[in-house]
């Protein structure tokens, strides 16, 4: 079963995101479950800084050795940084999808809507939810 840091939230999608308690910029990732569920990576695609982007858009993508997935942004804002290492290397969201995997930062407008906590998205990958 694949570990579910008790302080970030996280999408219906598989992603995760940090920083919420700042209100200001937050990082996003996929998470562990979703790395698992995906194989090898192979090939990432993120957002471009300086792009707006809705809750819920599809603005990257994820490529493994079995499937192609979309990224989607978790919360409405504009991209302020992206992972260039996760770009050049994209198996760190297998070796460290909590860490030096992570994909873009989003600085965010509005509130965050529809997000999970540590304990919700547990239910939703036991399919429990």
Known sequence: MSVIPQELSYTKEHEWVAGLDDGLTVTVGVTAYAAEQLGDVVYVQVPEVGETVAAGDAIGEVESTKSVSDIYSPVAGEIVE????????????????????????????????????????GALTSGES
């Open 82 to 121: 992206t992972n260039q290492a996760v770009v050049d290397d994209p198996s760190l969201i297998n070796s460290d999808p909590y860490g030096e995997g992570w994909l873009f930062r989003i600085r965010i407008e509005g509130d965050p809507e529809d997000l999970l906590s540590a304990e919700e998205y």
